[in-house]
């Protein structure tokens, strides 16, 4: 009922820029929150960036700085602004959402993108 479609991942070389969009559809009725995870081979998946629907922002210490997240609320939308881009943020990047479909929902609904690959080569 619900898909995150995932855009602007690519090849990029050190010190450079991409920008990420996820597009959540369906049966939605709020995001209670909506960001971006990592993992890159080898190592844990990682949250890099959340926003609320309050619009309260979490970065991971590593891209603080680097990495900015913005919401458009009537698009349900998220992006991910990547600036000053290292070989250390190679990954795969994931676009993971927790909402509710209805108002009288009783639990959060999660829902996983299938990933973009970003890669950055020095």
């Known amino acids: 009922q619900v898909q995150l479609v995932e855009s602007g991942g690519g090849l990029v070389q050190a010190g450079g820029s991409l920008r990420l969009s996820c597009a959540a559809s369906?049966?939605?009725?709020?995001?209670?929150?909506i960001g971006w995870y990592r993992q890159a081979p080898g190592k844990q998946r990682e949250l890099v960036a959340a926003?609320?629907?309050?619009?309260?922002?979490d970065y991971a210490d590593s891209v603080k700085g680097r990495f900015t997240i913005s919401r458009d609320n009537a698009k349900n939308t998220v992006y991910l602004q990547m600036n000053s881009l290292k070989p250390e943020d190679t990954a795969v990047y994931y676009c993971?959402?927790?909402?509710?479909?209805?108002?009288?929902?009783?639990?959060?609904?999660?829902?996983w993108g299938q990933g973009t690959q970003v890669t950055v080569s020095s």
């Open positions: 926003i609320t629907s309050g619009g309260n922002t």
């Open positions: 369906g049966t939605i009725f709020s995001i209670n929150a």
């Open positions: 993971k959402t927790r909402l509710r479909r209805n108002p009288s929902d009783k639990y959060e609904y999660h829902y």
